[in-house]
């Protein structure tokens, strides 16, 4: 049997069951006692194999199995919900050749053969297809060392199912890799399972129905956090799960109360309704940071444009967080800088804090990513009231984006008689310049910064500092260096960071409990949405009808496809050839209206075969040229630079 570090909590999925209501509609596909914490309950186990209490992934139990060939260890379940499941476990071994394996009515549907590998990793078998009343095996077999397994878990299929191609095999496999994967960390509505289990469990955590959700932080914790959620939400929708995105966002909206001056809470169960206990403790005591709070109102808007649901701006839970973010909330907390900037306390996690760089050991009272969010919060209210026709709350709000945008270049982020880039300050004042990580790449992430040289030469700072002794330690801090150049037109860079952290999927993150670096639910999620909206530039506004595109292709990706992109009721598909043509494919039924973008300024463009004026058009400070150009319904279109 394995020996390894001592890892704390609780399991991570305890004992499922249906309920009477859940039965009688089929319910949904669960493993019975998938920690182990009820020993032996409900698996079969052959001799050399048992329930262990040593070094567990989660929680108090395991199951091993010794070296040698013939050993498994198996449970057998009736589906009782036609569909498409991902199945996975968290598996150590000691030696090559063990297997995590899946049987449908006594046939082989798919077997992960195991390497010696003696840390926890998470293997999962995606989208399998089951029919009701079909017979499913979870086996685990013996190889040439020792195998531990630990929290097993089913997710429901991904719904939507966007296909790569490309001249680049890298991204092909890249993306395919992490569909797959962030598919695997969605929870299905109904199932029950653990509450409040981290690596300091309450004596009695509890159990509850899940409802629609997927892990977004620590894999040791069984709740989703704002944080994470907040980057992940586009891979998510870009899977189908927007059920999942809605019901997580009205969770974090619903928590924002006068009670907790309108800060959202930072982790909440996966029934959607209760606080982690180890990020809560009361009203006052509990983990809240600032750009959390501003980027769900950015959030909610970008889910707006995928889907066009107009639950985003019609629920009057989701509306009141919009309204009491861009303004109470700011009210309250702007006391040691009054200048209409959110604030920390400057005094830890607990006491609420102005960055998302949690371990500077800085008093920040006001930080770049804190204000860059604040922003594009500001810009994602003004977008939403268009739609729900409040014209003067668009206008008023709009304007507070511009004037807060004119105070940061202007004042803000200029430290008088240098030309230092200031990131932060402490709550006696004191500007902060060097680099400060999130607060340093979050402000041109969201784009508070002016086009031009200043920009350019603060994204030059962050590539080498991120790129040498800045590096974060923590893989899914790395993830948001993507988007950051991708959002200035900086392809190479950002695909050299997509590239990175898909290369350190296998490489041990920095917490013990949480595995490999790919096994950090942010790491997949966030590469399909960066192959989608970075690389592909693939901008949608589903309520009106309106899909932009922009190739951000690098150097050595000659041309890149992505197929049945969900967008509102349908789907698209774009290829871009370079940066210099692009084809649109629109997969819904009715017309719509694709703006294609070509980066500078050329006074001709083709449409499909026909030669037009490029109309030039300035986003956010850059020069674009673009064609507007009606597609019908399941029909393709054509444009590319001609002069």
Do not use: C
């Given at each position: 049997?394995k020996?390894?570090?001592?890892?704390?909590?609780?399991?991570?999925?305890?004992?499922?069951?249906l309920?009477?209501a859940?039965?009688?509609?089929?319910?949904?596909?669960?493993?019975v006692?998938p920690g182990f914490?009820?020993?032996?309950?409900?698996?079969?186990?052959?001799?050399?194999?048992?329930?262990a209490?040593?070094?567990?992934?989660?929680?108090?139990?395991?199951?091993?199995?010794?070296?040698?060939?013939?050993?498994?260890?198996?449970?057998?379940i009736?589906?009782?919900?036609?569909?498409?499941?991902?199945?996975?476990?968290?598996?150590?071994?000691?030696?090559a050749?063990?297997?995590f394996?899946?049987?449908?009515?006594?046939?082989?549907?798919?077997t992960?053969?195991?390497?010696?590998?003696?840390?926890?990793?998470r293997y999962?078998v995606?989208?399998?297809?089951?029919?009701?009343?079909?017979?499913?095996?979870?086996?685990?077999?013996?190889?040439?060392?020792?195998?531990?397994?630990?929290?097993?878990?089913?997710?429901?299929?991904?719904?939507?199912?966007?296909?790569?191609?490309?001249?680049?095999?890298?991204?092909?496999?890249?993306?395919?890799?992490?569909?797959?994967?962030?598919?695997?960390w969605v929870?299905?509505?109904?199932?029950?399972?653990?509450?409040?289990?981290?690596?300091?469990?309450?004596?009695?955590?509890?159990?509850?129905?899940?409802?629609?959700?997927?892990?977004?932080g620590?894999?040791?914790?069984?709740?989703?956090?704002?944080?994470?959620?907040?980057?992940?939400?586009?891979?998510?929708?870009?899977l189908g799960f927007?059920?999942?995105?809605?019901?997580?966002?009205?969770?974090?909206?619903?928590?924002?109360?006068?009670?907790?001056?309108?800060?959202p809470?930072?982790?909440?169960?996966?029934?959607?309704?209760?606080?982690?206990?180890?990020?809560y403790k009361?009203?006052?005591?509990f983990?809240?940071?600032?750009?959390a709070?501003?980027?769900?109102v950015?959030?909610?808007?970008?889910?707006?444009?995928?889907?066009?649901?107009?639950?985003?701006?019609?629920?009057?839970?989701?509306?009141?967080?919009?309204?009491?973010?861009?303004?109470?909330?700011?009210?309250l907390?702007?006391?040691?800088?009054?200048?209409?900037?959110?604030?920390?306390?400057?005094?830890?996690?607990?006491?609420?804090?102005?960055s998302?760089?949690?371990v500077?050991?800085?008093?920040l009272a006001?930080?770049?990513?804190?204000?860059?969010?604040?922003?594009?919060?500001?810009?994602a209210?003004?977008?939403?009231?268009?739609?729900?026709?409040?014209?003067?709350?668009s206008?008023?709000?709009?304007?507070?984006?511009?004037?807060?945008?004119?105070?940061?270049?202007?004042?803000?982020?200029?430290k008088?008689?240098?030309?230092?880039?200031?990131?932060?300050?402490?709550?006696?004042?004191?500007p902060?310049?060097?680099?400060?990580?999130?607060?340093?790449?979050?402000?041109?992430?969201?784009?508070i910064i002016?086009?031009?040289?200043?920009?350019?030469?603060y994204?030059?700072?962050?590539?080498?500092?991120?790129?040498?002794?800045g590096?974060?330690?923590?893989?899914?801090?790395?993830?948001?260096?993507?988007?950051?150049?991708?959002?200035?037109?900086?392809?190479?860079t950002?695909?050299?960071?997509?590239?990175?952290?898909?290369?350190q999927?296998?490489?041990?993150?920095?917490?013990?409990?949480q595995?490999?670096?790919g096994?950090?639910?942010?790491?997949?999620?966030?590469?399909?949405?960066?192959?989608?909206?970075?690389?592909?530039?693939?901008?949608?506004?589903?309520?009106?009808r309106?899909?932009?595109?922009?190739?951000?292709?690098?150097?050595d990706?000659?041309?890149?496809?992505?197929?049945?992109?969900?967008?509102?009721?349908?789907?698209?598909?774009?290829?871009?050839d370079?940066?210099?043509?692009?084809?649109?494919?629109?997969?819904?039924?009715?017309?719509?209206?694709?703006?294609?973008?070509?980066?500078?300024?050329?006074?001709?463009?083709?449409?499909?075969?026909?030669?037009?004026?490029?109309?030039a058009?300035?986003?956010?400070?850059?020069?674009?040229?673009?064609?507007?150009?009606?597609?019908?319904?399941?029909?393709?279109?054509t444009?590319?630079?001609?002069?």
């Open positions: 049997m020996v390894l570090a001592a890892l704390l909590g609780s399991s991570l999925l305890a004992a499922a069951a309920t009477p859940q039965a009688a509609t089929g319910g949904p596909l669960v493993v006692n914490e009820k020993g032996a309950d409900s698996w079969t186990f052959t001799s050399g194999t048992g329930v209490t040593n070094y567990p992934h989660g929680g108090a139990k395991l199951i091993y199995l010794d070296d040698g060939p013939g050993k498994s260890v198996s449970q057998t009736t589906v009782p919900t036609t569909g498409s499941y991902s199945i996975s476990a968290w598996i150590a071994t000691g030696g050749g063990g297997t394996g899946l049987r449908r009515n006594g046939a082989d549907v798919g992960v053969t195991l390497p010696a590998r003696d840390i926890y990793s999962t995606s989208n399998l297809s089951l029919t009701q009343g079909d017979t499913l095996e979870i086996a685990f077999g013996s190889g040439s060392g020792w195998v531990n397994a630990d929290d097993v878990m089913i997710s429901p299929g991904a719904r939507a199912n966007p296909v790569v191609t490309s001249s680049n095999a890298k991204v092909v496999e890249l993306f395919d890799w992490a569909k797959a994967k962030a598919g695997s929870h299905q509505d109904g199932a029950v399972g653990p509450i409040n289990i981290s690596e300091n469990p309450p004596v009695n955590p509890g159990e509850a129905p899940y409802t629609p959700t997927y892990w977004a620590y894999a040791h914790r069984t709740a989703y956090y704002s944080r994470d959620f907040a980057h992940q939400l586009a891979g998510a929708h870009l927007d059920e999942e995105n809605r019901n997580m966002l009205r969770s974090f909206a619903a928590s924002a109360t006068q009670e907790h001056k309108y800060y809470v930072w982790a909440i169960n996966f029934d959607a309704k209760t606080w982690h206990t180890i990020d009361s009203p006052t005591n983990v809240r940071e600032v750009p709070t501003f980027e769900l950015e959030k909610s808007d970008e889910a707006f444009r995928w889907t066009g649901d107009r639950t985003y701006v019609d629920d009057p839970a989701f509306w009141d967080y919009y309204t009491h973010a861009t303004g109470d909330f700011i009210s907390h702007d006391g040691a800088k009054p200048n209409g900037v959110a604030e920390g306390t400057g005094k830890g996690i607990f006491q609420g804090v102005a998302y760089n949690e500077s050991g800085e008093p006001e930080a770049g990513d804190g204000i860059g969010a604040q922003y594009q919060a500001y810009r209210l003004a977008d939403m009231a268009l739609d729900k026709h409040e014209v003067r709350l206008r008023d709000i709009a304007e507070k984006a511009r004037d807060l945008k004119r105070y940061f270049n202007q004042e803000w982020s200029v008088s008689g240098t030309t230092d880039f200031v990131r932060a300050y402490t709550v006696d004042g004191t902060l310049t060097g680099f400060g990580k999130e607060n340093s790449w979050f402000m041109p992430m969201k784009g002016d086009a031009g040289p200043r920009n350019d030469a994204l030059d700072f962050i590539d080498t500092q991120a790129s040498g002794s590096k974060p330690s923590n893989i899914e801090a790395i993830t948001y260096l993507p988007d950051t150049f991708f959002r200035h037109n900086r392809a190479d950002a695909w050299k960071w997509m590239r990175y952290v898909y290369d999927r296998e490489v041990k993150h920095v917490s013990n409990r595995g490999l670096n096994d950090y639910p942010e790491v997949p999620f966030t590469l399909v949405s960066q192959t989608v909206e970075g690389l592909m530039g693939i901008q949608p506004d589903a309520p009106r309106t899909i932009a595109t922009q190739s951000r292709l690098p150097a990706i000659g041309w890149l496809q992505v197929a049945d992109v969900p967008v509102g009721d349908g789907t698209v598909t774009v290829r871009h370079g940066q210099t043509a692009t084809t649109f494919t629109n997969g819904a039924d009715g017309l719509r209206f694709w703006e294609a973008r070509f980066l500078g300024e050329h006074r001709w463009l083709e449409v499909n075969g026909h030669r037009v004026p490029g109309m058009r300035d986003i956010d400070g850059v020069r674009y040229s673009v064609a507007v150009v009606p597609v019908r319904g399941h029909e393709t279109a444009a590319r630079i001609v002069g």
